[in-house]
């Protein structure tokens, strides 16, 4: 069944995929839609949940090095 989106609630789900790596934005979407498929009333609540959710199972955040040795500096003010 498919769902209706406004322009800016679609273009929520699409800034949403913005950051995520370019092969896991089509599940993430596809998991978006997929929750979204039973509501009855799709409002910014909702919307904000969901794509939440999903971002949490999709995004894999940078990992960077740190050098946990390195002598600490005196704060700069």
Not at 22 to 44: H, K, M, Y
């Amino acid at each position: 069944m498919p769902i209706r989106l406004t322009g800016e609630q679609l273009d929520a789900v699409l800034r949403a995929a913005g950051p995520l790596a370019p092969d896991r934005r089509q599940a993430f979407i596809d998991q978006v839609t997929t929750a979204l498929q039973n509501v009855s009333e799709i409002g910014p609540g909702i919307l904000h949940r969901v794509i939440v959710a999903a971002q949490h199972e999709h995004f894999d955040p940078p990992r960077f090095a740190t050098i946990l040795s390195a002598p600490r500096v005196g704060r700069v003010r």
